[in-house]
Every structure is written in structure tokens, then in C-alpha cells.
């Protein structure tokens, strides 16, 4: 089916200290990939790297031609400020950015569009509510549903599930599943070992250095994740600079 | 009885006339973009911006006098300056936004009074520090109508990246390379807005119209077309009614106006729909579902 992303030596991390170190590697399109590992792994730092957020301190990434801003991202942690006077409608339309630009018009239209897009998640009846009103597993729904709106080939979850209950992860899993059947890439960071067993294809098991990347039968086995355990979280001070030479 | 104390004033006197409708025209300008102002938790620094301007208008006035577009030209480079001086020392060194520009907007301060008074008299120096509502002239009328009219457009065609700069930063950088300009642009509104009213309510108190109908705003709306629809209405009575106090009173104008744009923010503190105290008092019998 062909590349969408494909990780060439990739180093990335902050203040010269890796937090992703030598990354080789691609991702096909339409793949479903579980991206799993201890907290400090690096796994919100790679994404941020694919979505153009991070620059990388060594090596690149190739997207397959598609622009990083067409990449649909759920950050781990939303900086949305929950006082701010705006709609779960108005909020959720804004996932229709790429589409209409600066200053294309969201009107009558494309009301249909957004309805569906609340109602896909749950959130029928929602439109008019301030953000600041809803609960959490609501607030998650609700930027699945601008997810859904951007309509992205390429989809990137940051910890999607964390500290949501379990019949709305079930229905965002449902998500995932379709946006699966429609050929999209798919990357998500999970903790749930279990969850990515059952619903991943494919996972990425990641310890700052890759630990073992497949099948995800073949990945997370029992040697495999107390490998990545045994990964240190601190940062090396006293580390001199890297001179691993590109596989 | 009601026209004499209502109607009269304006009906018999030109400059009040002309005080009326550069007041309501600093409203429509001012007001939307204090509503910004105050949902980005940058209100002090609209009344530090205020502060910076007076520099630039007072070298304006020592180089052709009382001209406005001289004045506006150069309190608009100051405040353009120093935003974004502030704004890179921020980035650049250890200090933080707000205490880069605390060390701007003092030294512009001290620096405009001082040529004020070096360079004109004791009433000039009033004139800029506390405006002249009843000394508009036409030149200066047009000045406010044209800063509004532009200030209107662009917050128009910046709409869409402003909100979700507040809202959700994160998503708009992922999606748009917009919310570095649209910043920019605002701060270039704020600036534009606070010349605009530095004219008739004077470097002291011209973020006064421009944060405290927003302020008031914030009591009655949940959305915030409604916030700003309420905060210019507010904005206009304040100038209307502030006028009128002035004339009839005997007070001065400008504080006048700031005055009552202050009561009915702190009637709105206590009797205001959203978060009024008397409200959060008695709240009534909660709903079945």
C-alpha cells in the first residue's frame, strides 16, 4: 500500500538530551499502530515531531508528501482554557479549518456536517453548551468530534483513553475502528496493554530507543516489556554528544 | 423636564454634539476589543499599552503642535515599538512579558510627561493626561471614526484565529500558521483604539472605556457575541450619560464617562446574571432535570 511516514535516523528531544533516539523505521498507510512504552518514553515527543511541532535534533521525517498541518493531532494534554465563552458547536466546527481557510464561512451548510459529526460521538444535543460545563469524558467526545471534522488522512492520539470512563472508550475506540476501515493512518499512544491487544494490529514498543516494532502479538511480549522498563527516565547530565553513526 | 436634562444639551450645543459621537464611535472601536483584552487575561496590559503611547504623542506635539495626525501617527509608533519590544525581551532574556512591559510603560510615562512639560504648558500636559471630549474638532472626529471603522474590519477578518488563539492555542498552531500574525495584529488594534480615545479621555484613562464595558460585559453574556454586543451598548451609555453628568454637573468630562462606565460595572458586580453576588446569594430552588 506504500509509506505515510517513514522515520530516517530520527533523534528528538529537548535541550540536546534525546527523548527519541535513533528511530529507523516506516509506517504504512492505513496502518492502526499502538505506540506503547513507560511514562518518558517518548511517545508524545514523536508525535510531536510528525505533526511539525518539534524539530528534530537529528535525522527527519518523511510524510509521505502530505503537510503537517493536514495531520489531525489530540495532544495529551488540551491547552484549551474551559472559561472561554464558546460553544461545543462553534468549537467543534473549528475542525473544518483546513477546508475553509481564514475566512471561509461556516454557515447553513455545514451545520449538517457538524451534527453529524456530535452525533457520531454522542454529543446529539450538546450544541449550545458553554465548554466549560462539560465533564471530561464529554470534553474528550467532543475533540473526537473536530477530529472527525478534519477529515485527516493521517490521525495522531496522544493518551486518547486516559481518565475517561469505559463506555466512552468504548465508543471512541468504535472511532478508531472506522476512521481503520477507511484506510487512514492511525498512530495512539496507550497505556492499556490490554486494549492495545485487542484493538491494535500493529504497536511500537518504545524506550527513548525503539525496543520492538510489528505484529503486536509479536511486540509486546513479556521479555519485551520488562526490557523497556529497565529504560532510565531521568536524563543523563553528565551524557557527552552522540556519535552513533546512521544504520 | 426630561428633554432639558436628557435632550438639550445636545441639541443646543455643537461640541457637545460632537462629543457624543466621538464617545459612541470610541465605543463601537474600543469596546470589542476590550472584550478580547479581558478573555486573554490581558488587561493590564491594554492599561500599560495606554501608558506607552504618550511618548510617542508627545514627541508628535513638540515636532507640529497640537496636530492630531501627528500625535496619532506617533503615539501609534510608540505603541507599536514597544509592544513588540516588550514582547522580543520577553522571549530573549529571563524576564517575563508582564514585567518587560511594567519597565516600558513606566519609563514612557516619565518620558512623555517630561516633554509635555518641557515642550508645552500646564494644560497641554492635562490635555494628554486626562483628553479633551469637549475639544474634538473635526479633524480629530474623523481620526476616531476612521480608527474605528479599520479597527471593526480587521477584527472582523481576524475573528476566526483571535477566538481559538484564547481557547486552544495548541490546536491552532497545528492546523495554521495564522496565530502569530493574528497576535500582532491585535496588539496593532489595541494600540490603534487606545489613540483613538487618547484624544477625548487622555492617556489615563483611555483603556478605561475600553476594559470596564468588557468587565461589565462579562455579568450579562455567556457567548461572546452577546459580550460584546452588551459591552458596547455599555460603552455608549457610559459616554452618553457621562456627558450629560458633565455638563449638568459641572464635572469634568472625560473622568466623567469612566465614572459611569465604573457604576454600571459595579452594579453588574452585584445584580448581573452571570456571577452577580446577589444572584450567587440567592440562587433559587434548582431545576428538576
Not at chain 1, 144 to 161: C, G, K, M, S, T
Not at chain 2, 187 to 197: C, K, P
Amino acid at each position: 500500500m506504500g509509506e505515510q511516514l517513514r522515520f530516517r535516523d530520527l533523534t528528538l528531544g529537548y535541550e540536546r538530551h534525546p527523548a527519541v533516539h535513533h528511530l529507523n523505521g516506516a509506517i504504512e498507510t492505513g496502518a492502526l499502530v499502538a505506540v506503547v512504552g513507560p511514562n518518558g518514553a517518548g511517545k508524545s515527543t514523536l508525535f510531536k515531531g510528525i505533526v511539525g511541532v518539534l524539530k528534530p535534533l537529528a535525522g527527519g521525517i518523511e510524510r509521505g508528501g502530505i503537510d503537517p498541518r493536514d495531520i489531525a493531532y489530540l495532544p495529551q494534554v488540551a491547552e484549551i482554557d474551559r472559561s472561554f465563552p464558546i460553544s461545543v458547536y462553534d468549537m467543534v466546527s473549528m475542525g473544518l479549518w483546513r477546508g475553509k481557510g481564514l475566512f471561509g464561512g461556516i454557515g447553513h451548510g455545514d451545520r449538517g456536517t457538524v451534527e453529524a459529526a456530535l452525533a457520531a460521538v454522542g454529543l446529539t444535543g450538546f450544541e449550545g453548551r458553554a465548554i466549560g460545563t462539560l465533564s471530561g469524558g464529554q470534553m474528550q467526545r467532543m475533540l473526537f468530534a473536530r477530529l472527525l471534522l478534519q477529515d485527516a488522512r493521517v490521525i495522531v492520539l496522544d493518551e486518547p483513553f486516559s481518565a475517561i470512563d469505559a463506555k466512552t472508550c468504548a465508543d471512541l475506540l468504535e472511532l478508531v475502528r472506522r476512521w481503520h476501515r477507511e484506510q487512514r493512518t492511525v498512530l495512539a499512544a496507550l497505556h492499556d496493554i490490554e486494549m492495545v491487544r485487542a484493538n491494535f494490529p500493529d504497536a511500537l514498543l518504545l524506550a527513548r530507543e525503539p525496543v520492538a516494532w510489528g505484529r503486536t502479538g509479536e511486540v509486546l511480549t513479556p521479555e519485551n516489556l520488562t526490557k523497556a522498563r529497565r529504560m532510565c527516565e531521568a536524563f543523563d547530565e553528565q551524557a557527552e554528544a552522540c556519535v552513533v553513526e546512521a544504520a | 423636564m426630561i428633554y432639558d436634562t436628557f435632550i438639550a444639551p445636545f441639541a443646543e450645543f455643537e461640541f457637545m454634539r460632537r462629543a457624543l459621537v466621538g464617545t459612541i464611535a470610541i465605543a463601537f472601536g474600543a469596546a470589542p476589543v476590550g472584550i478580547f483584552l479581558m478573555l486573554r487575561r490581558m488587561s493590564l496590559i491594554g492599561d500599560a499599552m495606554a501608558h506607552a503611547i504618550l511618548p510617542g504623542a508627545a514627541i508628535g506635539y513638540l515636532l507640529s503642535g497640537l496636530n492630531v495626525f501627528a500625535m496619532a501617527g506617533g503615539g501609534l509608533v510608540a505603541g507599536l515599538v514597544i509592544a513588540i519590544g516588550a514582547a522580543l525581551i520577553a522571549r530573549t532574556t529571563e524576564l517575563k512579558e508582564d514585567a518587560s512591559l511594567a519597565g516600558f510603560l513606566l519609563i514612557s510615562l516619565a518620558v512623555g510627561v517630561t516633554i509635555v512639560s518641557v515642550g508645552g504648558s500646564n494644560v497641554d500636559l492635562l490635555r494628554f493626561l486626562f483628553g479633551s471630549v469637549l475639544g474634538l474638532d473635526d479633524q480629530t472626529l474623523l481620526l476616531i471614526v476612521s480608527i474605528t471603522t479599520l479597527s471593526l474590519l480587521a477584527l472582523a477578518l481576524i475573528w476566526r484565529p483571535l477566538v481559538l488563539e484564547c481557547v486552544d492555542p495548541g490546536f491552532l498552531r497545528s492546523v495554521s500558521r495564522a496565530g502569530g500574525p493574528a497576535h500582532l495584529a491585535f496588539l496593532a488594534l489595541v494600540v490603534m483604539n487606545l489613540v483613538g480615545g487618547f484624544h477625548a479621555l487622555g492617556t489615563l484613562l483611555a483603556v478605561g472605556i475600553m476594559i470596564l464595558p468588557a468587565v461589565t460585559a462579562r455579568f450579562w453574556a455567556r457567548d461572546i457575541t452577546m459580550m460584546i454586543a452588551i459591552a458596547v451598548a455599555s460603552a455608549g451609555v457610559a459616554g452618553y450619560t457621562g456627558l450629560l453628568l458633565s455638563f449638568h454637573a459641572g464635572l469634568p468630562s472625560g473622568p466623567a464617562v469612566i465614572l459611569v462606565a465604573g457604576a454600571l460595572y459595579a452594579a453588574s458586580v452585584v445584580v448581573g446574571p452571570v456571577g452577580g453576588l446577589l444572584w450567587q446569594a440567592f440562587p433559587g430552588r434548582h431545576l428538576e432535570a
